[in-house]
């Protein structure tokens, strides 16, 4: 049994002081108030569950800094983010991974839905291992400490407009899998670990037609994979337009024409919708992934979080470009995002906030996300001393902190972060290596 004590921990029920986590394994065996037992690793500042990033395409962190030149919108960003998969091998997608794995975990990340669709070679032929791409990143993921759920993403159409679908352009092919039942027939090779899960996704209305968006659905009910569905949805005004233009509805009500609406679906970004959008994603107690740092850096606009979780949805976050990496910002994000729409404060409480930063169970961790007993055991500590935590109150420490107050991360009860070190070494080195291998290429 290992021990682990913190001045301070957020708990299920708030903040508590002088807290002991016994470990047995990889959960929390006893949680207990006192002082520090001798052979107890103390931890600095304040406690918090392990933050679940819930929206990742590890690959778009090679974007950073990279997209500003000459302004343009969400379409021309899309452009160089094809530039850069179509650099991608399995080699080198692992290492970038790797890398972008463990800068998440120095931020206090210990579980990551990855939103996976860059699945064959770049002329859309399948690797002798059809699934080398998907295995690359379980193994990057292992290897960063932080536990994975590769949303394997079925992607079929190149674009939508008022005409129809569109065939996989060029830059797409590699993708594709041609239909629900080739994709099918590849995910049922990858397998679930101790610390990956193999979970699905559609990329988009815009991507899957109709007819295969119901067989999607109809698979993914069968239980011939976890049960867990995302989808971008209405992240942008032309993809609202396009799909009334062409199915007469909306994408909320596309999917939940499918059957695709219940517990297990996240709606990611679910920037632009209509108040019966909002309903039937209530609702269906679905759960909108939102994704503010990408949303607020590609101009996508604000989501009704506060209408959202009204109306009976759940709420989420991820880090999805990559543009920053820090769970902390993307909470602050959620909530001053709110104040500008509305121009009021406080539209999430804390305990809100905190609910959808470590939402594990959305992507299929729901063992993780909670200091309780019985839980996984992660932990991450967060420095109350730092010049931009010294004097904030730790239950509110939300508000202050950043990804760099990070001390310490314990996932399942191993060390992963120590002292701001992460087991793999200098991430930042790594990180540079690694994109610039990329666009060397």
Same mark, same amino acid.
């Given at each position: 049994?290992?021990?682990?004590?913190?001045? /301070?921990?957020?708990?299920?029920?708030?903040? =508590?002081?002088?807290?002991? /986590?016994?470990?047995?394994?990889?959960? /929390?065996? !006893?949680?207990? $108030?006192?002082?520090?037992q001798g052979d107890a690793h103390r931890l600095p500042g304040v406690a918090l569950p392990g933050f679940a990033n819930t929206h990742s395409h590890a690959f778009h962190r090679a974007l950073r800094g990279r997209t500003h030149s000459g302004g343009g919108t969400f379409?021309?960003?899309? $452009? !160089?983010?094809?530039?850069? =998969?179509? !650099?991608?091998?399995?080699?080198?997608?692992?290492?970038? =991974? !790797?890398?972008?794995?463990?800068?998440?975990?120095? =931020?206090?990340?210990? $579980?990551?839905?990855? /939103?996976?669709?860059?699945?064959?070679?770049?002329?859309?032929?399948?690797?002798?291992?059809?699934?080398?791409?998907?295995e690359a990143l379980q193994q990057a993921a292992r290897e960063a400490g932080v536990r994975l759920t590769l949303l394997d993403t079925c992607y079929l159409a190149g674009g939508l407009t008022a005409d129809g679908h569109q065939p996989l352009a060029p830059e797409q092919r590699r993708f594709g899998d041609g239909d629900v039942s080739a994709w099918a027939e590849r995910v049922s090779q990858l397998w679930d670990d101790a610390t990956t899960r193999v979970g699905t996704a559609i990329h988009s209305v815009r991507a899957v037609p109709r007819a295969q968006l119901q067989e999607f659905v109809q698979y993914v009910g069968q239980g011939q994979t976890w049960q867990t569905m995302h989808a971008h949805v209405s992240e942008q005004p032309a993809e609202n337009e396009a799909c009334e233009a062409f199915y007469g509805m909306t994408p909320v009500e596309l999917l939940s024409e499918a059957g695709a609406l219940g517990p297990n679906f996240s709606a990611v970004h679910a920037t632009h919708l209509t108040g019966a959008d909002i309903a039937s994603l209530g609702n269906a107690r679905a759960t909108a992934a939102f994704c503010p740092t990408t949303e607020r850096d590609l101009a996508d606009g604000i989501g009704p979080a506060r209408e959202l979780l009204d109306a009976g949805a759940r709420l989420s976050l991820g880090s999805d470009q990559h543009a920053v990496i820090d769970p902390f910002e993307e909470v602050r994000g959620l909530e001053s995002h709110e104040r500008l729409r509305t121009l009021h404060r406080g539209r999430l409480s804390q305990d809100e906030l905190i609910a959808a930063a470590t939402a594990h169970d959305t992507i299929g961790w729901s063992e993780a996300g909670a200091l309780r007993e019985g839980a996984k055991a992660d932990l991450v500590a967060v420095d109350l001393e730092s010049p931009r935590t010294a004097g904030v109150p730790a239950e509110f420490v939300l508000t202050a902190a950043t990804a760099a107050d990070v001390t310490d991360v314990i996932r399942d009860g191993d060390p992963v972060v120590s002292d701001r070190q992460h087991r793999l070494g200098d991430v930042g080195r790594l990180l540079t290596e690694a994109i610039d291998n990329l666009w060397e290429k």
């Open positions: 049994m290992t021990k682990y004590w913190a001045e /301070f921990a957020i708990l299920p029920d708030g903040l =508590a002081r002088n807290v002991t /986590f016994h470990i047995e394994g990889d959960v /929390f065996d !006893r949680i207990e $108030s006192g002082q520090p379409w021309t960003w899309r $452009s !160089r983010m094809y530039d850069a =998969a179509r !650099r991608l091998n399995p080699d080198n997608y692992l290492t970038l =991974a !790797r890398a972008t794995y463990a800068e998440m975990a120095l =931020a206090g990340v210990t $579980s990551v839905g990855e /939103f996976h669709y860059v699945h064959h070679a770049p002329d859309g032929t399948p690797y002798d291992n059809p699934n080398a791409m998907g």
